[in-house]
């Protein structure tokens, strides 16, 4: 398992997609936009990356009472 930078903005980070069995996706709650997921799923996209899933962080969990 690798950990890398922001797919945006970083060569890097496409290099090791492109060469890795599967990729997961991390987005933060509240500051990635559709606009830049896009972004960054097309790029992905581009070098055959296999996106197993994705994973949202940050999430604000409201307990629900019972």
Same mark, same amino acid.
């Given at each position: 398992?690798?950990?890398s ?15 890795? @069995?599967?990729v ?15 972004l960054?799923?097309?790029? &992905?996209?581009?070098? @055959? ?6 994973? &949202? ?10």
């Amino acid at each position: 398992m690798l950990d890398s930078a922001p797919v945006l903005g970083m060569t890097d980070t496409v290099v090791l997609a492109s060469e890795g @069995d599967a990729v997961a996706i991390v987005i933060k709650t509240g500051t990635a936009t559709r606009k830049t997921l896009k972004l960054a799923l097309a790029q &992905l996209e581009r070098v @055959d990356a296999q996106i197993c899933g994705v994973v &949202l962080n940050d999430v604000d969990i409201i307990p629900i009472s019972v």
